[in-house]
């Protein structure tokens, strides 16, 4: 061997060893490609009608696609899965949204996801629940916003699943789309089993197949603004394919496959309205990568007027601190700001970035190391997520630039993460006394997100999961 094909081999050796070292896990045994075949299945719905749409003011709110298992091996590549269709909206009589009316959706969230409340995913064999993400329209405008772009929003991802950088230019694609008979859509889903980077076993010795369902949101939280809550705007799903990249293959060349590792989302709801909060349960979960949250207006949920996907700024926040059982962890510190600096009598707008805060956000959603991340919208001045002088209620009407505000935590990007499962999680957070007064007028909906580390063992049996 010679002198560059050993440096070669060591260097592979080494950053082998330290993915183990880390805990991180290796990639899953790709297929012998000799002794396979890819195909890309398009799959309908199994509960279609004859009129192909779907939307809860239609009365039919769930959407189920089944794929079936196999006797010889057979593996899905959750990260090219993709469900098509179109998507058209107007005004309850049946009447065209107005071009210049405020009519909007919510940007990062886009017009697909925007439709949506929860994904399931369950085993067709078995009848058994693998991930179910619920909240789901409040968990992608984080993903997207946080680990995404402007250079992916207006390129890739507004093909994919209509995401705009701002609402302005949403709404003149939802108006001018849905006079043309709507806007196709071929997006991917937000799943923690999909993207989990590695094939899945739809075989009858592995997962049995897959079923998806997909529950749509009311009319109410979809299309917003002034004009759309007085037209009672409504959306309808048509179209609908599911494509499923399927690799075949024979038994002597399909990786054994007794184990599938995958990062789960799961989300719990709460409030606050005091200037001095403290919000604390215990997840019950047992491998906790990391934990993000997102705020809106609490008397905004439910009402056409406001956009309920928004990524709402708290307004004046002063101090932030983690706990488990009452101790600080993992940080030591609490995460202070001095955002009340120079603000004159206006009190709750940011006027300085919220460094220390944004960056754990940061890699609390991209469940790795701040200096590992490329591309994200948080940007100190900048239109569609800047955190310079953005009240409680930016953009809630769609009308103004809006904010990407979240806060997170990381615990473990790469080990088997922290033990909620008996622990008492909590955050406590300082803000202004004039944004978080007690009041029902300020108080806010707190969406928590706990990126679990779950895994499914396979045996003739069956399968388990272990949360």
């Known amino acids: 061997m010679s002198s560059r094909e050993e440096k070669l081999a060591n260097i592979k050796a080494y950053r082998a060893a330290s993915k183990e070292v880390r805990g991180a896990p ?8 000799m002794n396979c075949r890819k195909k890309y299945v398009q799959l309908s719905p199994v509960n279609a009608v004859s009129s192909g749409q779907y939307s809860s003011r239609g ?24 469900i098509n269709g179109r998507i058209t909206s107007e005004t309850a009589a049946g009447a065209a949204l107005g071009n210049t009316d405020k009519n909007f959706v919510d940007s990062f969230c886009g017009r697909f996801a925007n439709v949506i409340h929860t994904v399931t995913i369950s085993s067709k064999r078995l009848n058994q629940v693998i991930e179910r993400v619920e909240n789901y329209w409040r ?17 890739v991802l507004a093909h994919e699943g209509d995401h705009f950088e701002t609402n302005f230019l949403g709404r003149h694609s939802l108006v001018a789309q849905s006079a043309n008979k709507g806007k196709s859509f071929s997006s991917r889903l937000y799943a923690g089993v999909l993207n989990s980077g590695q094939m899945m076993d739809l075989s009858d010795n592995g997962l049995g197949g897959l079923v998806i369902e997909i529950l749509l949101k009311p009319d109410v939280n979809v299309v917003f603004g002034e004009d759309a ?16 990249p399927l690799y075949h293959m024979e038994a002597s060349a399909a990786p054994p496959q007794q184990t599938f590792a995958f990062n789960s989302l799961s989300t719990v709801f709460q409030t606050v309205n005091s200037s001095v909060s403290v919000v604390a349960l215990t997840p019950g979960l047992r491998q906790v990568s990391s934990i993000f949250v997102n705020f809106m207006n609490s008397n905004e949920i439910g009402n056409q007027n406001f956009n309920s996907a928004r990524l709402g700024n708290l307004g004046e926040v002063r101090g932030l601190r983690f706990s488990l059982n009452g ?22 707008h940011t006027y300085a970035a919220r460094t220390l805060i944004d960056r754990n956000y940061i890699e609390a959603v991209s469940v790795n190391r701040f200096s590992e991340t490329n591309r994200c919208v948080l940007a100190y001045n900048n239109w569609n997520a800047g955190v310079v002088d953005r009240s409680q209620t930016q953009n ?30 909590s955050f406590e957070l300082e803000a202004s006394g004039a944004d978080l ?13 706990f990126l679990n580390k779950n895994e499914i063992i396979m045996s003739a049996n069956g399968i388990q999961v272990v949360r």
């Open 26 to 33: 290796m990639k899953a045994a790709r297929p012998n490609m």
């Open 59 to 82: 009365g039919l709110p769930l959407i189920k696609f089944d794929i079936s298992s196999s006797k010889t091996p057979m593996f899905l590549n959750g990260d090219e899965l993709r």
């Open 139 to 155: 968990i992608v405008p984080s993903v997207v916003s946080a680990i995404h772009g402007n250079e992916d929003i207006n390129t």
């Open 229 to 244: 809550a007085t037209g009672n705007a409504t959306f309808n799903v048509s179209d609908l394919l599911l494509s499923c």
């Open 327 to 348: 101790v600080l962890q993992p940080l030591s510190y609490r995460l202070l700001t001095d955002e009340e600096a120079n603000n004159g009598t206006t009190t709750h």
């Open 396 to 425: 809630n009407g769609g009308l103004d630039q809006g904010t990407a505000a979240g806060f997170g935590i990381l615990y473990d990007s790469f080990g088997t993460g922290e033990d909620l499962s008996e622990t008492v999680f």
């Open 437 to 449: 007064d007690g009041s029902a007028a300020k108080a806010q909906g707190t969406y928590m997100v």
